[in-house]
């Protein structure tokens, strides 16, 4: 099986644009959640999506939004960014059931001037 | 919400030594507790896990211990070897195994 794919890998952005980007899931895996990874902060959750449902959400600030598609791809969208927008971003899938086990992709690297 | 502390924050040891990484967690309704090792320029990997009904769990030389009481959990890696050098992360949940809270990591260098 692939495992998840995250696209683009890196980017840079200016302050005030705003970002999407892409994650697929591992094939069969119908939830996806985001996490954002920085030095100071370490792994911190964004959201979590299921059947095209956010299921969860973290406690960032309305800027940051996502979605999911019938195929459980999933976008997530930054707008009006900030310097310290700056992260890398993780995409995880999860078998549904009492698997805890989460797959993170390679993660997309944000860097905002 | 759950805060997770973890040390130390890096931890060098000599191949084949043991190394031992420590969380504590907040939240007394956390009920799972996974590892993640993550390399260079890769995304977390689970390497193992374990749920507040089990006290200790192995998996070859990786093994798990959690004190429900203290509210702390340790991983065990016995015989370290280089290939075992990354950034280990403990987590914990109370709700839904997709919204972890993670620990800051540790950097684990084993050296030849």
């Known amino acids: 099986k692939a495992g998840v794919t995250q696209t683009p890998r890196y980017l840079i952005k200016t302050r005030g644009q705003q970002v999407t980007l892409s994650c697929s899931p591992i094939?069969?895996?119908?939830?996806v959640s985001w996490y954002q990874q920085t030095p100071g902060q370490g792994l911190q959750f964004l959201f979590e999506?299921?059947?095209?449902?956010?299921?969860n959400k973290g406690n960032f600030p309305g800027r940051f939004s996502g979605r999911q598609f019938s195929n459980s791809r999933s976008e997530m969208n930054v707008s009006t960014l900030e310097l310290g927008d700056s992260a890398l971003y993780l995409c995880?899938?999860?078998?549904?059931?009492?698997?805890?086990?989460?797959?993170f992709g390679e993660g997309s690297r944000l860097t905002v001037l | 919400g759950e805060n997770v502390e973890q040390h130390p924050s890096t931890l060098s040891v000599q191949e084949g030594d043991s190394a031992v990484i420590k969380c504590t967690y907040s939240?007394?309704?956390?009920?799972?507790f996974p590892w993640y090792k993550q390399e260079l320029g890769k995304g977390p990997q689970l390497i193992i896990d374990?749920?507040?009904?089990?006290g200790e769990k192995k998996d070859q030389r990786i093994a798990v211990t959690l004190n429900k009481t203290a509210k702390h959990f340790s991983l065990h890696i016995t015989e370290t070897q280089p290939e075992d050098s990354a950034v280990y992360f403990c987590?914990?949940?109370?709700?839904?195994?997709?919204?972890?809270?993670f620990g800051k990591g540790t950097m684990l260098l084993v050296s030849p």
């Open positions: 995880a899938s999860r078998e549904t059931g009492n698997t805890g086990e989460l797959f």
């Open positions: 939240d007394s309704a956390s009920n799972y």
């Open positions: 987590a914990a949940t109370s709700s839904g195994y997709s919204t972890l809270t």
């Open positions: 094939s069969g895996h119908r939830s």
């Open positions: 999506y299921f059947s095209e449902t956010q299921r």
């Open positions: 374990i749920r507040s009904n089990v």
